[in-house]
């Protein structure tokens, strides 16, 4: 699908190209964004071998085996299940013809060698990633708050019951609420889209 004649257009070598939204439809990574269920393209980075799509739920990374093979390995993260740490970006020094940004995605670590000539594209990419960070940190903290908070109430109610014949009503009860104040918040600190997050950071 992406041939020579969309390669040479862009510009693509074996140091990663940033590819522009208007050619998004050009790259294989858009054949495995789920655009049915509103998922999309924000930020992607494209050498001969392989493709680096981040949308507003997840990263799709399509690993080529090397520039001159067909063969492709299609790796999704989702950033709900992989939360992303030890995020940076390397400048280029005075000789050196790429930028490289590294993170850690779930327990996946991978390093990006980009053109230099991308490095204001980049930045924007390292900003919306640490954003990303902070946000699923702090959400996994008010999570498990909110469950210890559930199993703190559920004991002290169970220990205060008046009467053994009440038991059954009041376990049906307390396990009623647990389930739905924890839904909420789960749909409250477990965010599948962060398309917000890009909309604010990426400058495409």
């Known amino acids: 699908m992406f041939g020579k004649v969309a390669s040479d257009v862009l510009g693509l070598s074996d140091v990663g190209s940033v590819i522009k939204p208007e050619d998004y439809d050009k790259v294989d990574a858009d054949d495995y964004v789920m655009h049915e269920d509103g998922e999309k393209i924000y930020f992607l980075i494209k050498s001969k071998s392989d493709e680096y799509c981040f949308t507003n739920r997840a990263l799709i990374h399509v690993d080529g085996t090397s520039a001159t093979s067909k063969k492709r390995v299609l790796h999704r993260y989702d950033y709900q299940i992989n939360h992303f740490s030890q995020i940076a970006l390397e400048t280029a020094g005075t000789v050196d013809l790429d930028v490289e940004v590294t993170f850690k995605v779930g327990e996946v670590v991978l390093s990006i060698d980009v053109h230099k000539k991308y490095l204001e594209e980049l930045k924007d990419l390292y900003k919306a990633l640490l954003k990303i960070e902070e946000i ?56 599948k889209d962060f ?8 400058n495409n």
């Not at 398309?195 to 990426?202: A, K, L, N, S, T």
């Open 136 to 191: 699923t940190r702090d959400n996994s903290t008010y999570l498990d708050y909110a469950r210890q908070s559930l199993e703190l109430a559920s004991a002290t109610l169970s220990y205060n019951r008046s009467t053994e014949s009440k038991l059954a009503d009041e376990f049906q009860t307390i396990n009623e609420h647990a389930f739905s104040w924890l839904s909420e918040a789960k749909d409250k600190y477990n965010l």
């Open 195 to 202: 398309g917000d997050v890009f909309e604010r950071y990426i």
